[in-house]
């Protein structure tokens, strides 16, 4: 089973920037379209941003120009760079393939905040 480590996370300022990581399990992780999701408590889970294998991306409309996904398969790892940071991106951050599947790492908190 894949496992996800989601580091990166932490206090920003508004139009701050933060990059967050998310390291997987698993020797063929370079074939799987891989997903950046977030959730606000009480909220459902939602979809920020995805990579397909051969590194296509899809954004959010909320957070588009904003926020650039990225990988690196001979490190298992998918990035999530972000930018001008607004108090509505502040979340727990989580990675997981796209379509989601099996658990779901700790997540990174990221908090947009004065």
């Known amino acids: 089973q894949v496992q996800f480590v989601e580091s990166g996370g932490g206090l920003v300022q508004p139009g701050g920037s933060l990059r967050l990581s998310c390291a997987a399990s698993g020797s063929i992780f370079r074939i799987y379209a891989m997903g950046w999701y977030r959730q606000v408590p009480g909220k459902q889970r939602d979809l920020v941003a995805k990579i397909t294998s051969d590194s296509s991306t899809n954004y959010a409309d909320s957070v588009k120009g904003r926020f650039t996904v990225s990988r690196d398969n001979a490190k298992n790892t998918v990035y999530l760079q972000m930018n001008s940071l607004k108090p509505e991106d502040t979340a727990v951050y989580y990675c997981?393939?796209?379509?989601?599947?099996?658990?779901w790492g700790q997540g990174t908190l990221v908090t947009v905040s004065e």
């Open positions: 997981n393939r796209y379509p989601f599947v099996g658990a």
